[in-house]
């Protein structure tokens, strides 16, 4: 069973509410589940750690 | 739909059954050992190519598969095939595996008696895996696992992280308490590590280089001193062989005057022509010499020149050795030349720097301008100030040692440091990859037990609809299926039960109703998924069920029956039998379908109509012990014969408008005893083979007495008990069980099919090629 809307849409709102991932990686992630992909998380999170590392150091400078 | 089995099971040879799909449910009844189980089976074989109701079996180590070919019969022979709406599909045994052509976009279902209660009964992880399908969402459990994977090796990566942190801080640690200048920087750890590596890498490689340098020259200087020294006096040692040499040779020249080195050759020519010839007289004057002493005194003349030859040899060697000799001297000193000039380069960069006191170099290098300089002489000054050059040469190798040991220092407290910084940004990562990757997962978490009990609510709702469907008003609420809250892949089932909160159904509930609950969430699981192309198979599974829910069930299994493609209720109930035959259950969108008893030579067989009622009523005469048997078998076969009679003679029959038309035994008498000339016209003729008469029997006399006990049936036979008190219950079921019989034998063939067709124009007789029953008359007498 691929994943029903109505997940889709309380997991997306939720990543986005909780600030859990930007935008583009919890797009990626919504459209690995409507193709029943693997998702690579490593490569996700660390991805979303460098984003907020550079924000935050650009923040600080 | 059309199941076709050969060499299956209990089918020998081939067997066929028709569902009419038209109808959403059929009942299949049979007797134990009829063969139901097998039409299951076979579904299943050749829809899935599993061993059916074989799956969860023990055999002993058997093959499943093999013991599906029938015992008289090869594995080749095996063949079952499904037809529904023009599409078939196969499935035959090759080797150890099932091979299917054809496709059916329809799924089987069975729910057999065994597997009835097993969903309410079984631990909640193994409920789980039963349900699973049908309230997973596989990419949510497969990435909460994912991520869950990635946590735990995280947090190992994050301990290894650390690990390497403290092992790099230790070699700091050791690295100050063995370089460090203690009094210098006492316990301060930091400022050493600042003042290590405040100065510049490049500046250390390249003072590093500068020190190196210098000091590969000094030890050039000193290798090849020996070297160049020992030339001069190899070359003095040359040039007095040489002078030597000469003298010898001058001295020679000297006792020979003349151009005896010319007349050298003349005197060999002389010398050998004396050998050769004999003669005593000179060649030259002629005159008569004694050739012997005159051999003699040329022997003597060569042999003086020829130490001068070899003396001039000599000299010319010795010559050549001087020459050579200064050849190699010169090179020498080129290159020890070239040596000083680098030293003074590289000690004049190693000055100029002015980070080591370096002593001056010697005069004798210093002075040396030009290759030549390097005389003996001067080599003898430099062998006297080599002394002075000794501190240089130990500075320089200290300080070489020290940088080296800086630039070695720096590197490793640069590498530590650089450990430090990359495992603790790493660190970082993996802290917010964990933390992160935790919320995340709390997110699918939540969202895949949300989604599963959302299901399960619909479910529950839905089965719980159904059971009440049947059991009305028995007290049990709110009956739910739902995912343990914090264990994974646990399925619980409660409800309140009789007023008790979270009850287990298994504990409280009887056989039979937990039979029901079963069956009840068997259809709700399945209706979730697909239902129009699914077949459900109820094998045997309503077994349990009494009489007084048995309508109930009936009538929600015909209700659900519509969701399904078709519904297959498999029974040896005999009630339900009855009951469909008479009418009090339903038979709106119901087939009905009757498996005869099994044999080894016969296989599979289907009954149909009234010879199968026949059958069982000559059974129930015979045996004499149910006046209700006897009764209701009765009543059914006449239902049929009379419905025939009626119809082929286009009997008046009450009709009621708008509504399915159903009549009774009165209903079929009133019909015929109506219609004043037929009955007293019916008669049958019984023929041989040959087609001779071989009697004639009158129907009306039969058709009397039947008519006349037709209250006995009602009464003993029916549900209406009210005059059954008024009877002798036995015999009098007896009687009309008889007289039953007697109409049978009269109007049936020995098949005891009806004689239904008309081909001959003129009577009614039976089917097939041979003609044993003829019934007259053709019409009805007007």
Redesign the interface.
Known sequence: ????E??TA??RN??TS?S??DVDASEEVIKA?AH?K??N??LI??K??EI??KDSDEAGT | MKLELEAFRGVNESFSINFNTKQNLTVLYGENGSGKTTISDAFEFVIDGSSGSLEEKSLDGKSRLGQLVNARCGAADLRVSLTIQNKTRTAKISGSKVVHSGVLEKQIKVLSRRNITKLIEETPANRFKRIQDFVSITALDREETSLNSLILTEKKNLESQAKLIAQAREVLVDLFSQYADKEKYGDRRQEWQQDILAESGESIARNFNILDDLDQQIKRLRDDFKRLAESHTALAKAAETYERETKALTKLITEHNDDLAKAFETLQHAQTYFKVSGSDVCPVCDSEVGHVTLAQKVDRKLASLKAVKEQSQKTKDAKDARQKAQTSRRTLQESFFAIITKLKGAYGAAAETKKWELPDLVPALLYADKPEDLSEEWFAELRAQAAQLKPLSEIVEREHAALQNRRKLQSEVQAALKRIRNSTHDGKRIEFVIKRGEAIKKVLHDERVRHANETLQRISGNFAELYQAIHPGEEIEQIRLYLHPTKKSSAQFDGTLFGKEEASPVALLSESHLDTLGLCLFLALEKREDPSNTILFLDDAIASVDEAHMERLYELLLDEAAHFHHVVISSHYRNLRFKFRWGLLTQRSVEFLELGAWSLDRGLTLTKGPSSEVKFLRRYVEEAEHPSAIANTAGLVLENILDFLTGIYRCRLPRTPGAEQRWTLDDYRSGLTGEKKLLPSLRCEHLDKQGTVRRTVDLEPLLEDIFARLQVRNAIGCHFKELAGHFNEISEALALGEATLSLVEALCDEEDTLPDRKKDGCSWHNRGSIVTRRLYPLLKPE
């Open positions: 069973m691929t994943l029903p109505p997940s309380r997991i939720a990543f909780e859990l991932l589940f029943n693997e998702i998380w490593n999170l660390t979303q750690f907020e590392q």
